[in-house]
C-alpha cells in the first residue's frame, strides 16, 4: 500500500492460519487502515475516469486553460419528474401548464429520485452536486424530503433543496431533524428563489419592488441560522432572482442589501421563453448578459472577473468567486493577473478531479497527501494567497474581517424556440446553417446543468428538460397522479 511516497507493507493472513482474538483485533485494523487509505487516496480512479469522459466529450470551443468541467467537476445536477406542482404563480414559470395537475407523492418522489441518482453516478461518478427541485420542494411531507436527501447523499450526491423560501421554521426543523430531535447530516445546502415575479407568498402575495421583499430574504436566512447556533447543523444557501425588463434596474439593490444576510451564493437569470406560455408577460429579450451583469457589478461596487475560470460556455454561465472583507469584495482570481492564471494551471495539474466529501476530514487527508507528492505547489500558493491579501487590504484586513465567502452567477438559459431544433440536430450530429440556432447547439454540447433519464440512457441538459421533455413529463404525471378530487355525496 502506497501512502503518498511511502510504501506500507501490511501483512496477509497465511492460508489455513487460524487467528486468535488479537489476531483477529490485528487483521480487523489492518482492513480499517486499508479501507482509510483508499478512501483518502488524493485521486479516487472512479472520479478521474469520469472526469476524463466528461472532458472528452466537450465541445472544442470551450476546452480552455480556464474550463472546470472535466478537471475539476462532471457539472451541477437535478433531478426531474419528481413534484412538478409549485404553490405560486409566477411569471415567468419554466414549468409547463400542466405542472400544477399532479399530485405530491413522497413514494413517487423517493423511487424516481433513487433510479436517477443510481444513473448519475453509473454517468457522471461517485461524487457530484445537485439540485432536488422540480416545483417546490416544500410540499414533500417534511419525512419524505429528509428520506430522498438521505437517499442521494447515499449514492455520493451533495443535496441542494430547491424552494420558493416561503417555508415555516417548524417545516425546517421536521426535515433536519429525526425524531429525537437530532440533526441528521452535518450541513445542508438550499437554493432558494426570491423575486417579484413570484405571487404567492405569505405576506406578500403581489409584491411591487424587490425591496418588498428583503424581510422575507432575511426570514429565511435567520430561520437557518438559529437553525444552526441550536443543533450545529451548517448551511450553504444560495439566492436565485429571474431578471426581467422590469426588475432588472433592482439587481444592484439586491446585491447590496443582502451581502450581509449570509447567503453563499447569489444567482441571476435573465428570463427566458420557456415553459407556460401564458405567463409570459414582457419582452424578455430586451435584457443582455451585459446588462445584468452590469448590474452585479454596480451592487457590489467593483469589476467581477470571470474569465480565469469558466463553467460549460460563457454564453450560458458566468461566476465570479470570491469573499467580502469587511466591505470589499476580493476575487479569488483576476484573469488579468497573469500570475493568478499560472497558480490556476498549477493548481488544476496537482488537483485533478472533485473533492466532494461528506467527511471533511477526508478531503483534508486527500489535500495533504498531494501537497506531499507535489511540494511545488507550496511556493504557488503561497504567491496566490499574498496577491490575494493585497487585494483584500493587507494582511491585517483579513485578520479584523469579518470574512464571508460569497460567488455571483449568472445563468442564462435559451427560448424554447431555438432549443427545439439545435436538440434535433445535436442528436443526429448535423450543424445548422441558422448563426442563432448554431450557437444554441454548441451551448447545449457544452451544458453544465444536467438532468438524468435512466429509462431512455440519456444525460438532459436543464433547457432541453424545460423546453421539450417537461411538458410531456407532466401529462403522463397528470394520470400516474391526479389530484384528489371530492366525491360526489351519494343521494340518500
Given at each position: 500500500m502506497r501512502f503518498?511516497?511511502?510504501?506500507?507493507?501490511?501483512?496477509?493472513?497465511?492460508?489455513?492460519?487460524?487467528?486468535?482474538?488479537?489476531?483477529?483485533?490485528?487483521?480487523?485494523?489492518?482492513?480499517?487502515?486499508?479501507?482509510?487509505?483508499?478512501?483518502?487516496?488524493?485521486?479516487?480512479?472512479?472520479?478521474?475516469?469520469?472526469?476524463?469522459?466528461?472532458?472528452?466529450?466537450?465541445?472544442?470551443?470551450?476546452?480552455?486553460?480556464?474550463?472546470?468541467l472535466g478537471r475539476r467537476t462532471t457539472g451541477c445536477e437535478g433531478t426531474h419528474g419528481v413534484f412538478p406542482a409549485c404553490d405560486f404563480a409566477c411569471k415567468p414559470c419554466y414549468h409547463s401548464a400542466d405542472a400544477n395537475k399532479v399530485r405530491v407523492d413522497?413514494?413517487?418522489?423517493?423511487?424516481?429520485?433513487?433510479?436517477?441518482?443510481?444513473?448519475?453516478?453509473?454517468?457522471?461518478?461517485?461524487?457530484?452536486?445537485?439540485?432536488?427541485?422540480?416545483?417546490?420542494?416544500?410540499?414533500?411531507?417534511?419525512?419524505?424530503?429528509?428520506?430522498?436527501?438521505?437517499?442521494?447523499?447515499?449514492?455520493?450526491?451533495?443535496?441542494?433543496?430547491?424552494?420558493?423560501?416561503?417555508?415555516?421554521?417548524?417545516?425546517?426543523?421536521?426535515?433536519?431533524?429525526?425524531s429525537d430531535g437530532k440533526k441528521r447530516w452535518a450541513d445542508?445546502?438550499?437554493?432558494?428563489?426570491?423575486?417579484?415575479?413570484?405571487?404567492?407568498?405569505?405576506?406578500?402575495?403581489?409584491?411591487?419592488?424587490?425591496?418588498?421583499?428583503?424581510?422575507?430574504?432575511?426570514k429565511f436566512m435567520d430561520m437557518v441560522e438559529k437553525l444552526r447556533e441550536e443543533t450545529g447543523l451548517r448551511h450553504y444557501v444560495a439566492h436565485n432572482m429571474t431578471v426581467t425588463p422590469d426588475n432588472v434596474a433592482e439587481v444592484a439593490e439586491v446585491v447590496r442589501d443582502s451581502k450581509d444576510l449570509g447567503f453563499r451564493m447569489m444567482s441571476f437569470q435573465p428570463a427566458a421563453y420557456v415553459g407556460n406560455e401564458q405567463r409570459w408577460t414582457s419582452d424578455f429579450r430586451e435584457v443582455t448578459d451585459d446588462s445584468v451583469w452590469a448590474e452585479?457589478?454596480?451592487?457590489?461596487?467593483?469589476?467581477?472577473?470571470?474569465?480565469?475560470?469558466?463553467?460549460?460556455?460563457?454564453?450560458?454561465?458566468?461566476?465570479?468567486?470570491?469573499?467580502?472583507?469587511?466591505?470589499?469584495?476580493?476575487?479569488?482570481?483576476?484573469?488579468?493577473?497573469?500570475?493568478?492564471?499560472?497558480?490556476?494551471?498549477?493548481?488544476?495539474?496537482?488537483?485533478?478531479?472533485?473533492?466532494?466529501?461528506q467527511d471533511r476530514s477526508v478531503i483534508r487527508w486527500r489535500v495533504a497527501r498531494l501537497v506531499l507528492r507535489n511540494p511545488g505547489i507550496l511556493p504557488v500558493a503561497f504567491g496566490w494567497f499574498r496577491r490575494f491579501a493585497k487585494r483584500a487590504g493587507g494582511l491585517r484586513a483579513l485578520r479584523s474581517g469579518p470574512v464571508h465567502p460569497m460567488t455571483y452567477v449568472m445563468h442564462n438559459f435559451m427560448d424554447a424556440r431555438v432549443v427545439a431544433p439545435a436538440w434535433e440536430l445535436n442528436k443526429v450530429g448535423e450543424v445548422s446553417d441558422d448563426v442563432e440556432i448554431r450557437a444554441a447547439q454548441e451551448r447545449l454540447a457544452a451544458c453544465a446543468y444536467t438532468m438524468g433519464h435512466p429509462e431512455s440512457n440519456e444525460l438532459i441538459p436543464a433547457c432541453v428538460q424545460h423546453s421539450i421533455l417537461d411538458p410531456n413529463e407532466n401529462r403522463e404525471l397528470v394520470s400516474l397522479l391526479p389530484m384528489p378530487t371530492r366525491r360526489k355525496p351519494q343521494p340518500v
Open positions: 503518498g511516497g511511502v510504501v506500507l507493507l501490511l501483512p496477509r493472513a497465511e492460508p489455513g492460519y487460524c487467528a486468535n482474538r488479537s489476531d483477529t483485533n490485528i487483521m480487523s485494523l489492518i482492513t480499517r487502515v486499508r479501507d482509510w487509505e483508499r478512501r483518502t487516496r488524493p485521486t479516487d480512479p472512479a472520479i478521474a475516469a469520469a472526469m476524463d469522459r466528461r472532458w472528452e466529450g466537450l465541445p472544442e470551443h470551450v476546452k480552455t486553460p480556464a474550463q472546470l413522497g413514494e413517487h418522489t423517493k423511487t424516481e429520485v433513487a433510479k436517477q441518482m443510481d444513473f448519475l453516478h453509473e454517468q457522471r461518478g461517485p461524487q457530484s452536486h445537485v439540485q432536488l427541485i422540480g416545483g417546490e420542494v416544500s410540499l414533500l411531507e417534511a419525512e419524505d424530503h429528509a428520506a430522498t436527501i438521505d437517499l442521494m447523499r447515499a449514492r455520493g450526491r451533495v443535496p441542494m433543496s430547491f424552494s420558493h423560501g416561503d417555508v415555516s421554521d417548524q417545516y425546517l426543523r421536521d426535515v433536519a431533524l429525526d445542508w445546502s438550499w437554493a432558494v428563489h426570491f423575486d417579484r415575479t413570484m405571487f404567492g407568498r405569505e405576506g406578500a402575495k403581489k409584491p411591487q419592488s424587490e425591496r418588498e421583499l428583503q424581510p422575507f430574504r432575511k452585479i457589478e454596480d451592487g457590489v461596487g467593483t469589476r467581477l472577473p470571470y474569465k480565469a475560470l469558466q463553467f460549460g460556455d460563457f454564453r450560458c454561465n458566468r461566476v465570479s468567486w470570491g469573499a467580502w472583507v469587511d466591505d470589499s469584495y476580493v476575487p479569488v482570481l483576476d484573469e488579468d493577473d497573469a500570475d493568478d492564471l499560472h497558480a490556476r494551471d498549477e493548481f488544476f495539474r496537482v488537483f485533478k478531479g472533485n473533492y466532494i466529501s
